[in-house]
């Protein structure tokens, strides 16, 4: 079972607003990331987690606040966001050890529409 | 840093044909990682396939074979017997080690595939 589980699919939020999105796995990893991806480009990394400790930031804006409340969730909250962060959101996670060159799975992401 | 380009914004091949997907990288590190990942519409980014940079043998995984060149650090992709649902974006990437000890995942721009009838 190689599942990370996104939630919600869709999130559509006015810029004073305050969500959160979701992600969860079952495998037993110990890292976990977000991605962000902008329309027809990569995803580019915001953050990881390994194990439930913060590891990178990659200068995100403070408006995106990440929180990893056990080594299954990972949580995304967003306040005060911009249109241009507009964006699908990814999460992954790996075993995040270094000895086993880790694959990353992904989960199917969450489209985030900032109005 | 790594870098990972994909030179082949677009490429198309035809149902049944075989189509080849580029990928070059830059790296000082002599172990390694490096993966393609499918996008299809619905966005997911699926494994298609990793390669250990310490096995010469190339990988393979049913119709999916990598040609991995490490003196040349090149990574190409070749889809036999391609598939209308083999269309999608194509992102090469590499696993890069941060300060932490983390990992993460370096992306080309990406290729994307179409499938003709």
């Known amino acids: 079972d190689t599942e990370v589980t996104q939630t919600p699919k869709h999130l559509v939020m006015g810029m004073t607003n305050k969500k959160s999105l979701k992600c969860e796995q079952h495998?037993?990893?110990?890292?976990m990331y977000w991605y962000k991806q902008k329309a027809k480009k990569p995803p580019e990394l915001m953050f990881v987690?390994?194990?439930?400790?913060?590891?990178i930031n990659e200068s995100v804006p403070s408006r995106f606040s990440p929180e990893c409340p056990n080594s299954s969730l990972l949580n995304l909250h967003l306040h005060a966001l911009q249109p241009e962060d507009s964006a699908l959101y990814l999460c992954?996670?790996?075993?995040?050890?270094?000895?086993?060159?880790?694959?990353?799975?992904f989960g199917e992401g969450s489209w985030l529409t900032v109005v | 840093a790594q870098t990972v380009t994909q030179s082949q914004p677009e490429m198309s091949v035809q149902e049944a044909e075989t189509v080849t997907l580029s990928c070059t990288y830059d790296?000082?590190?002599?172990?390694?990682?490096l993966f393609w990942y499918k996008q299809p519409p619905s966005r997911q980014m699926i494994l298609v396939i990793r390669?250990?940079?310490?096995?010469?043998q190339n990988a393979t995984e049913n119709r999916f074979s990598v040609n991995f060149q490490k003196a040349a650090k090149s990574f190409s992709l070749k889809i036999s017997d391609s598939q209308l649902g083999d269309a999608a974006m194509y992102f090469c990437?590499?696993?890069?080690?941060?300060?932490?000890?983390?990992?993460?995942?370096?992306f080309g721009k990406g290729t994307k595939l179409t499938v003709n009838p």
């Open positions: 987690y390994s194990y439930e400790k913060l590891s």
């Open positions: 990437a590499y696993r890069a080690l941060t300060q932490g000890g983390s990992e993460k995942l370096v």
């Open positions: 992954a996670s790996s075993q995040g050890t270094r000895a086993s060159g880790n694959t990353i799975y």
């Open positions: 390669q250990e940079a310490y096995k010469q």
């Open positions: 495998m037993g990893h110990r890292a």
């Open positions: 790296t000082s590190e002599s172990d390694y990682y």
